[in-house]
């Protein structure tokens, strides 16, 4: 079995989290990341698999034994890098000497001589100069640090007794040292080359306060230059002139001293350096510092902004590298609204109390459970290509759950611009980018009803168990999988679920996890308040969804009764019994098939709803009945004819069902027609417009 980098590489930082008993950061990764069927559980096959058997015996026998795979590994790379350093500073100490004799002309170069070439070894960034004080010449020497003898000047005079090179011009000397010197140079440069790395990302991280010195390119172009001398003696007197490449500028002096070393003062040297920078280029780089300054004022700005608003936790913060003036400018223009969502993410696990409350709500006992036509079903779409609009139902059960959802994308599609500038019939045949969108916004309009308008809860399978039950419940992977996150701004609450749609849509828990959070939304104790009997389940006998959980999604209330607002009744002796009914107008209507029967009564509130759409009840099944117009609200009681639109996702439906409706005395009678023949939809839809016919178009009658 072959085994990813990726795999490997979660499992390792899973065993470090584990080890130290970071359990909820373990959670969010398992969120984010979730496990796979290659991740790898155990510690020692892990260990194998990392080749690291010798480097666990190893710490096994320390005194104090790291604990976790990833910190063996860190602190093994670290010493390597230890015996690295140690290595390079080994042969820095055993490199061949240069030196310069006082009373020859020449520079010579020999290992025999006890002579030296001394150099200055500040060169570095203009802001290192200035944070250290006043600079003073340091020198480097090729020598052993066993053959230097320092004097006052730091500086030493050793005689050149080499007859070899006294009479060679200076030049020539110093190229036949021209490789000594390019290998000390390569190694200064790729150490200021780190550190100015180093102090570039730090700074740009906001770790180090105050302007940048100097921009990445130009540090690169420095350390490329080449070191060249040029010595002329004139009267006693040694002068260093401007290299071609500008390197070495003015300021930067070599001085014959009666010991005849040559000494480059650092400071001269940096000063040169300044003189170096063009006009144009100064007034660039003052821009550039003055525009970072602004950005990081504005900063600055939205930070403390954020601070009045909401507690920034430290462990959310991410430091990330940014590699140009742009991105930096970036920051100053990220959205406080996602800041303050993303805070709001933190969840909480499903602990067992709740998970018993909910079971019993939902099923009646702790130790019932889902059926396999609840499991397995999400709010997937249709793509048949008349029916995109369309929550395929894959078996019987949750029709109530699915029909109400539908509802609401319906109303997202059809009379909230979701489908853009399409108009009609059009809008029926959205994206899939359209309707996810539609799908994420009807599931947060039905949890913020819910939760009355104030605060929602979303259920996420978080992919792992967050506790072991115990006692009287029955385990089925459902709620111990669970993780809850509480929203108080319904554009917080859409982001979230925007951003979890794939385990609604797509998942097959989708159906499970927005009944839960729609009970969570309204919680456990309002949800029994609201049934006129308390211990009644929201999903009934064969699986079925009740009437009260149907109005949970419809109008955010659990109520066990369909006609408008309370009613009291009286069972005699004195006592009154509540009935408790829809309080207000709803977007989305209801009509039933037990109305027709005189077993209930539905009342306007949800008759005649904000909008041209209604869940059908008919033959212990839930589906959607809507129209295009919602002027055919307004105009009850007036000779009219329209269309309605039937869709049943439990049907394998394959084309679209288009009813035309008529109303009023020009109206065909339907009082000749057989009722044991009439289509139940038929009387569901009389329920609303009283003797209205009913044409088919030709499609076949669903009996």
Not at 450 to 455: L, P
């Amino acid at each position: 079995m072959t085994v990813s980098v990726e795999d490997v590489s979660s499992s390792v930082v899973r065993e470090y989290l584990s080890r130290k008993g970071l359990k909820r950061t373990i959670a969010c990764m398992d969120e984010e990341h979730p496990r796979t069927t290659f991740s790898i559980n155990n510690r020692s096959q892990l260990r194998q698999l990392l080749n690291m058997e010798d480097l666990y015996r190893n710490n096994k026998a320390q005194i104090s034994p790291l604990k976790t795979l990833l910190e063996m590994i860190v602190k093994h790379h670290i010493g390597k890098n230890d015996q690295i350093t140690m290595s390079k500073s080994d042969s820095l100490q055993s490199a061949p000497t240069v030196s310069c004799n006082a009373d020859s002309p020449a520079v010579t170069s020999s290992t025999e001589n006890n002579t030296a070439f001394v150099i200055s070894k500040h060169i570095k960034s203009r802001s290192d100069t200035e944070d250290t004080g006043p600079a003073q010449p340091t020198y480097t020497s090729f020598l052993p640090k066993t053959d230097k003898e320092p004097s006052k000047n730091q500086t030493e005079d050793w005689p050149c007794d080499s007859e070899a090179y006294k009479h060679q011009p200076p030049m020539a000397a110093l190229r036949n040292n021209g490789g000594v010197l390019r290998r000390e140079a390569e190694k200064n440069t790729s150490t200021t080359e780190s550190i100015q790395r180093t102090r570039i990302n730090r700074t740009r991280r906001g770790m180090i306060a105050g302007p940048i010195a100097s921009t990445l390119q130009e540090n690169k172009k420095k350390q490329n230059r080449r070191l060249e001398v040029r010595q002329q003696l004139l009267g006693g007197e040694v002068e260093n002139k401007r290299s071609s490449d500008g390197l070495l500028g003015t300021g930067v002096h070599q001085k014959n001293s009666e010991s005849g070393l040559i000494e480059i003062n650092s400071a001269d040297y940096l000063r040169g350096q300044r003189e170096l920078w063009s006009a144009p280029d100064k007034v660039q780089r003052e821009k550039s510092f003055e525009k970072v300054q602004q950005d990081m004022l504005t900063t600055t700005k939205v930070k403390s902004l954020a601070s009045q608003k909401v507690t920034l936790d430290v462990a959310e913060m991410v430091l990330d590298d940014i590699d140009d003036d742009e991105d930096l400018r970036e920051l100053s223009t990220v959205s406080f609204q996602r800041a303050r969502a993303e805070h709001s993410y933190a969840g909480r696990p499903m602990d067992q109390h709740t998970a018993t409350e909910l079971k019993v709500i939902l099923l009646g006992s702790s130790l019932s459970c889902f059926s396999v036509e609840w499991r397995n079903q999400g709010f997937a779409f249709s793509e048949t290509p008349d029916l995109r609009y369309g929550i395929v139902q894959k078996k019987g059960g949750p029709c109530g759950v699915l029909a109400s959802m539908q509802a609401f994308v319906l109303k997202k599609l059809l009379f909230e611009n979701f489908g853009g500038s399409n108009s009609g019939l059009q809008r029926l045949k959205p994206s899939n980018a359209t309707r996810r969108k539609c799908l994420a916004s009807a599931a947060a309009e039905i949890l913020w009803r819910a939760g009355e308008e104030k605060q929602a809860t979303i259920a996420i399978n978080s992919g792992r168990n967050h506790f072991t039950p115990t006692g009287h419940f029955k385990s089925e992977g459902v709620f111990e999988k669970i993780t809850c996150f509480t929203v108080d701004n319904i554009k917080e609450l859409q982001l979230l679920l925007e951003r979890h749609i794939d385990q609604f849509e797509t998942g097959v828990l989708g159906c499970i996890l927005l009944t839960i959070s729609a009970i969570l939304s309204r919680s456990t104790e309002k949800v029994r308040d609201d049934m006129d009997v308390p211990t009644t389940t929201l999903i009934g006998a064969h699986g079925y969804c009740t009437q009260e959980l149907v109005n949970l999604f419809l109008c955010g209330r659990a109520v066990s009764n369909v006609f408008d607002d309370d009613m009291e009744l009286d069972s005699g002796r004195g006592n009154m019994t509540l009935l408790k009914g829809v309080k207000g107008p709803c977007d989305i209507g209801l009509l039933s098939l037990f109305e027709h029967y005189d077993f209930c009564k539905v009342g306007a509130h949800l008759k005649t709803p904000r909008y041209p759409i209604w869940v059908v009840c008919s033959e212990s099944h839930f589906s959607v009945l809507f129209g295009l117009q919602r002027e055919l609200l307004t105009n009850r009681g007036q000779c009219m004819e329209f269309d309605l639109y039937y869709y049943d996702g439990l049907a394998n439906q394959q084309e679209e069902i288009r009813l035309t409706v008529s109303v009023g005395e020009s109206a065909p009678s339907c009082q000749d027609d057989d009722t044991d023949l009439t289509p139940p939809l038929e009387h569901c839809i009389r329920t609303r417009w009283m003797n209205a016919f009913v044409s088919w178009n030709d499609t076949e009658p669903i009996l």
